[in-house]
């Protein structure tokens, strides 16, 4: 499975972005997805997840009521909305696909990963 993030780029605090990742092959809709991120000098945190259906998904409070995690199995493609950026969103955000239907917030557990996407709120 190769995945390919894309979306980001500079926004104003307050403002919104939408970053995808487009998943390759015909196992996606059979996986749970997750997206991290990790800023300069710190560790990758999880950010956000969703089970292999779309029926169930999971945030830490930290972007809790601000980011929406969504999937659309037809298009081999996984979402994160995110609202009301706050200057300490800014990073390297990553896609993730974990080859089991439930997700987790353990991003040992993922088995594939994009190459990343830089968001960058500004104060």
């Known amino acids: 499975v190769q995945l390919v993030e894309s979306g980001g780029g500079l926004v104003q605090a307050g403002g919104s972005l939408r970053l995808s990742c487009a998943a390759s092959g015909r196992t996606f809709s059979s996986y749970a997805m997750g997206w991290f991120r990790q800023a300069p000098g710190k560790e990758r945190v999880f950010v956000a997840a969703?089970?292999?259906?779309?029926?169930?998904?999971y945030y830490p409070h930290s972007v809790k009521g601000r980011f929406t995690i969504s999937r659309d199995n037809a298009k081999n493609t996984v979402y994160l909305q995110m609202n009301s950026l706050k200057p300490e969103d800014t990073a390297v955000y990553y896609c993730?696909?974990?080859?089991?239907?439930?997700?987790?917030?353990?991003?040992?557990?993922?088995?594939?990963w994009g190459q990343g996407t830089q968001v960058t709120v500004s104060s």
């Open positions: 993730a696909a974990r080859r089991y239907p439930s997700y987790s917030s353990s991003d040992y557990l993922y088995d594939y």
């Open positions: 969703i089970n292999w259906s779309g029926d169930s998904t």
